[in-house]
């Protein structure tokens, strides 16, 4: 089921949460200013020295509990693995426990004759659900789809002036590594890259430096992210856990137990093709397939 999965870790990064909480905020100051001209009861002001006080301290002590929450949320990480469904209620006991305090101060400001308690609370947490879960959704998006553009990409130099005549098309082409934050972790050419691993929500890139050794690079990212940038690029998925670098395969063995691909390095293990992607692994080795051609080492 879709809501005990696992949350992504992007959603739960530093600068996620702080973004998170930053636009939440932003988000709900201009939604506020234009819900009081039509409320008969918000108490919010800025011309009264008496109102606007009781505004700052009432936004003070949101933010506050905003920053305290998503601060225990990035520590909790390390202790508990959390869902979609733990995110969810999270973030609806966060807009109930602000609307309580907007609750209760709004009794004692105010001391409504015709609404109880529990009215102005459901009036509250109906605007409080607005003003704090519209802007976690749009932040959760945004975060999803930073997440998949940035994190890994193949990245073409062709109209980069440089004083170096490249030795080959794949040299003009680097695969670059991103973090959450968006900064560059790792940048290598193709012809370098054997093979990525899946590990849970990570992934293992496994290259040869500028020594020849076989290194490897951890990230957090999904093996269905590096598939879907990287299609005719030479990069192919053979398993559920394993993309080769097609070009780096010296032989596909055909065994009892399936096919296996070897890779130009002796100390890789053989990998397994499986039956899902058995088809597409068996068209690249056509006798004219552009991607087999020897690379320049």
Wanted: with cysteine; charged share 20%.
């Amino acid at each position: 089921m879709f809501l005990n999965t696992k949350l992504p870790r992007y959603l739960l990064g530093k600068y996620q949460l702080i973004g998170t909480v930053t636009f939440s905020v932003l988000f709900a100051l201009v939604f506020l200013n234009i819900y009081i001209p039509f409320s008969d009861t918000a108490w919010f002001g800025l011309g009264d020295s008496v109102m606007f006080l009781l505004t700052i301290v009432y936004a003070s002590i949101s933010i506050l509990t905003l920053i305290l929450s998503r601060t225990l949320m990035y520590r909790s990480r390390k202790l508990f693995e959390m869902t979609y469904l733990a995110y969810i209620i999270w973030s609806i006991l966060e807009i109930v426990v602000v609307c309580a305090i907007y609750t209760r101060l709004t009794v004692d400001i105010t001391a409504p004759q015709d609404e109880t308690v529990w009215d102005i609370f459901g009036r509250s947490l109906l605007y409080g659900s607005i003003a704090l879960g519209v802007p976690y959704i749009i932040s959760g998006m945004y975060f999803a789809i930073i997440d998949k553009n940035n994190t890994i990409r193949l990245m073409n130099y062709d109209n980069v002036v440089t004083d170096e005549i490249p030795k080959s098309d794949s040299a003009r082409q680097k695969i670059t590594l991103f973090d959450n934050s968006g900064t560059l972790k790792l940048s290598l050419s193709p012809e370098n890259l054997y093979y990525i691993e899946s590990d849970d929500n990570y992934i293992k890139v496994w290259y040869t430096d500028s020594k020849g050794e076989m290194k490897q690079y951890m990230l957090r990212c999904r093996l269905k992210t590096v598939e879907e940038g990287f299609k005719s690029s030479g990069l192919i998925r053979c398993n559920r856990k394993y993309i080769v670098n097609i070009k780096k395969v010296t032989m596909l063995r055909k065994e009892s137990e399936g096919y296996f691909l070897d890779l130009a390095n002796e100390s890789i293990p053989p990998i397994p093709v499986t039956k899902t992607y058995t088809d597409s692994i068996l068209s690249y080795f056509t006798d004219e397939s552009p991607l087999l051609e020897p690379m320049d080492e």
